[in-house]
T-cell receptor, first 107, second 112 residues
Framework: GEDVEQSLFLSVREGDSSVINCTYTDSSSTYLYWYKQEPGAGLQLLTY?????DMKQDQRLTVLLNKKDKHLSLRIADTQTGDSAIYFC???????FGTGTSLTVIP | NAGVTQTPKFQVLKTGQSMTLQCAQD?????MSWYRQDPGMGLRLIHY???????DQGEVPNGYNVSRSTTEDFPLRLLSAAPSQTSVYFC???????????FGSGTRLTVV
């Protein structure tokens, strides 16, 4: 199956940008996804990128895809305390998920 | 729209007991999956289904059974619960023309 890796923790100050990184192994992934999980809740789809794109912007969110290096990143501009959550990247047709990155926003 | 509904939300089992985690979706989605979430390990795929009558194993299928007799329902059965199955279980669904999965709110299972 797919191997998807993320760092476990990230801490940023309110108002700064956050960058969450993800690497994956299956180059045949058609879409790659970012999900957000708030405490005690299920995962919610944040955004996705098609594999033939390099970048996708959606309001405060920017997704960058480097297919050559199999590297995906999520940038959150002007990070707010409400952005504190666990962020998962997902790849592969059966949606293999990374370990999740716990983002803590310091007021 | 209810989306993906999982029941129960919480469950405590004794080792060796069996139970069924229920999952239902009302979006007419073809694809349904079960995941377990453990600290530091992310979500791991247990079983998945690409349509009624079709199921397949994911990364960690041992100790679990599934069936998909209707499009709407995808129950997960624990045959003989073990403490290693203590986890949070998520059901998710996706359909043709949709992007990504819609997740249920999860079932927190403790096996003692």
């Amino acid at each position: 199956g797919e191997d998807v890796e993320q760092s476990l923790f990230l801490s940023v100050r309110e108002g700064d940008s956050s960058v969450i990184n993800c690497t994956y192994t299956d180059s045949s992934s058609t879409y790659l996804y970012w999900y957000k999980q708030e405490p005690g809740a299920g995962l919610q789809l944040l955004t996705y990128i098609f594999s033939n794109m390099d970048m996708k912007q959606d309001q405060r969110l920017t997704v960058l895809l480097n297919k050559k290096d199999k590297h995906l990143s999520l940038r959150i501009a002007d990070t707010q305390t409400g952005d504190s959550a666990i962020y998962f990247c997902a790849a592969g047709n059966q949606f293999y998920f990374g370990t999740g990155t716990s983002l803590t926003v310091i007021p | 729209n209810a989306g993906v509904t999982q029941t129960p939300k919480f469950q405590v089992l004794k080792t060796g007991q069996s139970m069924t985690l229920q999952c239902a979706q009302d979006m007419n989605h073809e694809y349904m999956s079960w995941y377990r979430q453990d600290p530091g390990m992310g979500l791991r795929l247990i079983h998945y289904s690409v349509g009624a009558g079709i199921t397949d194993q994911g990364e960690v299928p041992n100790g679990y059974n599934v069936s998909r007799s209707t499009t709407e329902d995808f129950p997960l059965r624990l045959l003989s619960a073990a403490p290693s199955q203590t986890s949070v279980y998520f059901c998710a669904s996706s359909g043709l023309g949709t992007y990504g999965y819609t997740f249920g709110s999860g079932t927190r299972l403790t096996v003692v």
